[in-house]
Structure formats: C-alpha cells, structure tokens
C-alpha cells in the first residue's frame, strides 16, 4: 500500500484502491438510508404538525423547519446523487440544474448547521431563561425576532 500525509494541507492519500467505495455500493446505501430517513421524516413531521399543541409549542419551531429543509434534501438532493452513482453522469446537464442542486446541496446544509446552532442557545434559553418568553411581547422579541439577551 502507497500512502502519503501532505502536512500543508492537512490530507492523507492512499493509492490503494481498497478504500474506494464503489459507486454502486453508494447508490445502495444511499438508497436504502433515503427511504428510511424519508419514511422518519414524514413520521415526524406529521405528528408535530397534526397536533396543535406540538405545533405550537416554542421548543418545536426550529425543528419543524429542519426537518422541511432535511425533507428537500432527501426529495431532491439525494436523487440526484443516485441518478450520478447509477448512471456516472448528470442529466440533464444544464447549468440551472446544477445550480439547483448547488443551492440544496450546499444552502441547505449550511442553513441546517446555523439552525441548530440557533436551536441550542433558543433551548438554553427556554429552559433556563423561560422569564424571557414568558409574555407576548417578549416571545416576540426574543423568539420571533431573535432579539440579543444578555442578563
């Protein structure tokens, strides 16, 4: 086996091709975990927004919108790659559908990673700050708007 560590750009390269996952073993396994994460997802989804209490409870907002955003993704990102790991090309390949799925593929993975950074300060908030969307006014602010809160 043939490796090498490039210490500038902190990358290990291997030359064995042992390593390699096929693309039809990742168009399996992406397969197989769409489908069940698809399958979660509406599971969820469907019984925080059935219910009004889930719907309208605070702590559910963000995940509500992640789980959209994730639903995007697994609808029509992840069968993208499935069509290139099947195929090993792209198609229709036009410069709108790349940029389609350069804006889903990248917008929303970004997206979700600042969402669930907000989550967790909107969680600490809510449990251990609850004085701070206790009114109207102040869910607004500090819920809705997003507002600073230093104590």
């Known amino acids: ?38 399958i979660c997802t509406i599971f969820v989804l469907y019984h925080l927004l059935s219910e009004r209490q889930a719907r309208n409870a605070l702590h559910n907002h963000i995940p509500i919108i992640l789980l959209f955003l994730a639903s995007a993704i697994e609808w029509i990102d992840i069968p993208f790659h499935l069509q290139y790991f099947h195929t090993g090309i792209v ?20 997206t979700i990673a600042v969402l669930l950074v907000f989550a967790s300060f909107e969680r600490h908030i809510l449990i251990f700050h609850s004085h701070l969307v206790a009114t109207r006014r102040k869910r607004l602010i500090f819920h809705y708007i997003k507002g600073e809160t230093a104590d």
């Open 1 to 38: 086996m043939n490796s090498s560590w490039d210490n500038s750009t902190l990358t290990w390269y291997s030359t064995d091709s042992d390593f390699e996952v096929k693309p039809i073993l990742s168009f399996w396994l992406f397969l197989i975990f769409d489908v069940g994460a698809i």
């Open 91 to 110: 198609y229709p390949s036009t410069p709108i559908l790349c940029l389609i799925w350069w804006f889903i593929d990248w917008g929303f993975y970004y």
